[in-house]
């Protein structure tokens, strides 16, 4: 295992939004260095995810909003694709094979 510091919480501008509008207008007021059509892109790919797993719709939400708000810092270069930079190593089975 590899030694890495504890996860931190991503910034949210509101504790909750009302609806998918106002958080269109939050996120494309919070990611001002991207286009607005990238934006409301990701935003309805965080939406469809959340759709797919039917959850209901405040936590549908503040779901969509923290998947969005990864991708679009991602997309901002606010933080980097760390994921792969530590993989971890994955042991094949042997398969016997039976003549």
Do not use: K, Y
Not at 66 to 73: N, W
Not at 74 to 81: C, E, F, V
């Amino acid at each position: 295992m590899s030694d890495t510091a504890e996860p931190t919480p991503l910034p949210r501008c509101c504790v909750e939004h009302p609806d998918w509008e106002t958080l269109l207008d939050h996120l494309t007021t919070d990611f001002n260095e991207l286009a607005s059509n990238d934006v409301l892109r990701e935003l309805a790919r965080a939406r469809q995810a959340v759709r797919i797993v039917t959850l209901d719709a405040a936590d549908a939400l503040q779901v969509a909003e923290l998947i969005a708000r990864h991708q679009l810092m991602l997309a901002a270069g606010r933080i980097g694709d760390v994921a792969r930079l530590d993989p971890e190593v994955h042991r094949r089975r042997e398969v016997s094979r039976a003549g």
